[in-house]
């Protein structure tokens, strides 16, 4: 689905961020400006601005170039105390070279986040904290994000993602973190060398968030956060990620609750399709299989330059650190007992697909066919004819392209968050701590042709929607929805529960989610119009359910 990827990039790529700091009262602006942090590594300043501590670049994993392929391990100590001032380098990933030129001007014409920020390197492993107390014995709840951009791009540094404003009007401690991604995480290489240090080369990149983690449980009190309050959130593949972790004994007890966001994991590439990726990887070098060992010391840049050859990257079922598929055949019993909240926007492709294809905006019903074929591993045995059928009987009022774009986005992307929804939901699970919601916020950008698209969610959530014009517009209503759901994420964390919040008056009693009524939360473009819906979207859940799931990438 090479447009979603592209369509994404883009995005990401096209738009800046503008709003001032919150003024804050004299006595508060005069704390030190320089906080000094003990990690269990050694001693970290950061800096104090608008009432909350900041450390960037963090590190909490040693530089994975020396140990390519190999899980991760801490970092050396230090003896100084060490500037973290700044974000750390991005992962090694296609699509460009050091700092990305900073802020790009707003666009009134397109819908898209800012530019990320940092050059790339193998010494990536590195997160960043926001938290309003240090050594105050607070014991916060622990807010930690995984990017998006699948497997494959994609980084913490990215100014959408900043924590200020949730760790100072929430009073908790935010985490976001960098990690390996593409072949440098997820190249699995088991059955191609014997070296036993490469036997889970195919999901360290899982094991660097697993260390990250670890890392929070030992460190994350000096910053005045609760290790035993930790709440794992990401959008699109952080939200896959969120779902592997789900099922890896590595990471049990690290975390204790859980919100994805427009992001699933049911199955995990097999064995014998990673391995077949990685050869794909070894020809386009010109290496045989048995010099797979030159991968090891290659340059980053040459072994960069040919990572789109291996296709689709992600978690392999490896029967080691990921020894079973994240949600299929049921729910993992690992994480039963951990609430969690599965979350999708209404108009998932409007962005991830036709945000590389504008011609997508101007379908005739007699092209429309055709054009859903770029689908077609989602359709099963289903005619595309038929789903359009289905789809114009269902709402008649739409255009060719309001149905190309709701049918891709029910059997591409929303499918899988309803799996698991419905998995967790299941006997003999059946766990009365899962909540979905569905995000109907229409953004204003661009006469409104990308509706509720794919990564709607995420200046909400943080409560940074005045720092997305570029992606909200400046209407009061998006201010207004985002303390709504940042305010229910901080209860979410705190508790386990979304109603617990007594502030929170804008958010309805949210119900669990269950197979009788099927209870969704749809946050609105008002906060007062955010209500719940039963089966908000029965006619295609049940026309989807017809047809076998298929993982994207697998």
């Not at 006469?447 to 909200?472: S, V």
Request: glycine share 10%; hydrophobic share 40%; net charge neutral.
């Amino acid at each position: 689905m090479k447009n979603s990827f592209n369509g994404r990039r883009r995005f990401l790529q096209g738009t800046a961020l503008c709003a001032a700091a919150a003024l804050l009262p004299r006595q508060v602006l005069a704390a030190d400006s320089t906080p000094v942090a003990t990690t269990s590594k050694g001693r970290v300043s950061g800096a104090f601005a608008n009432g909350v501590n900041v450390f960037k670049g963090i590190p909490y994993g040693a530089d994975t170039a020396a140990r390519r392929f190999q899980p991760p391990v801490p970092p050396p100590a230090w003896k100084s105390i060490r500037a973290c001032n700044e974000f750390g380098p991005r992962a090694p990933q296609p699509g460009g070279h050091g700092v990305m030129g900073g802020p790009a001007t707003i666009s009134k014409k397109g819908y898209y986040l800012p530019p990320e920020l940092g050059g790339m390197s193998e010494d990536c492993l590195h997160l960043n904290v926001w938290t309003a107390g240090l050594r105050d014995h607070r014991k916060r709840p622990v807010l930690f994000y995984i990017h998006g951009g699948a497997y494959s791009s994609g980084s913490a540094n990215n100014v959408l993602y900043d924590g200020e404003r949730l760790a100072r009007s929430g009073d908790a401690v935010v985490v976001t973190i960098n990690h390996r991604l593409n072949i440098f995480g997820y190249l699995y290489l088991a059955q191609l060398s014997a070296a036993p240090e490469l036997a889970d080369a195919g999901n360290v990149g899982m094991l660097d968030i697993i260390l990250a983690l670890q890392w929070v449980r030992d460190n994350i009190a000096e910053f005045g956060g609760d290790p035993q309050r930790v709440l794992i959130f990401g959008q699109s593949g952080g939200g896959a990620k969120c779902a592997t972790l789900m099922g890896m004994p590595a990471a049990h007890g690290l975390f204790h609750r859980v919100v994805s966001m427009s992001g699933q994991q049911i199955t995990a590439a097999r064995p014998e399709s990673a391995t077949a990726r990685a050869e794909a990887l070894l020809r386009a070098l010109e290496l045989t299989p048995a010099r797979v060992d030159e991968l090891r010391t290659m340059p980053m840049e040459k072994l960069v330059a040919a990572s789109r050859s291996a296709g689709y990257m992600g978690p392999v079922k490896d029967g080691r650190s990921v020894p079973r598929d994240p949600f299929d055949p049921d729910a993992p019993p690992l994480s039963a007992h951990i609430p969690m909240i599965l979350g999708n926007t209404h108009d998932e492709t409007r962005l991830l697909i036709g945000g590389g294809d504008p011609s997508l905006f101007a379908l005739t019903w007699e092209s429309l066919p055709a054009k859903l074929e770029v689908v077609r591993p989602f359709l099963g045995e289903l005619k595309t004819a038929d789903v359009v059928a289905k789809y114009r009987a269902m709402y008649p009022e739409y255009s060719a392209s309001d149905v190309f774009f709701a049918a891709t986005t029910a059997f591409r992307s929303w499918r899988g968050e309803l799996i698991e929804a419905e998995r967790r939901a299941a006997p003999p699970m059946a766990a009365a701590h899962t909540w979905a919601y569905q995000m109907d916020w229409r953004s204003p950008v661009d006469g409104g042709r990308y509706g509720a698209p794919h990564t709607m969610d995420i200046p909400f959530l943080f409560d940074n929607t005045a720092l997305a014009a570029g992606m909200c517009g400046d209407d009061a209503t998006a201010l207004a929805l985002s303390h709504t759901m940042s305010n229910m994420l901080v209860a979410f964390a705190q508790t386990g529960d979304p109603n617990s919040n007594a502030r929170n008056r804008n958010l309805p009693q949210w119900p669990v989610y269950d197979l009788k009524n099927r209870a969704t939360m749809l946050f609105d473009n008002h906060a007062e119009k955010t209500h719940v819906a039963d089966d908000p979207r029965g006619a295609e859940r049940r026309l989807v359910e017809t047809v076998p799931y298929t993982q994207p990438g697998t």
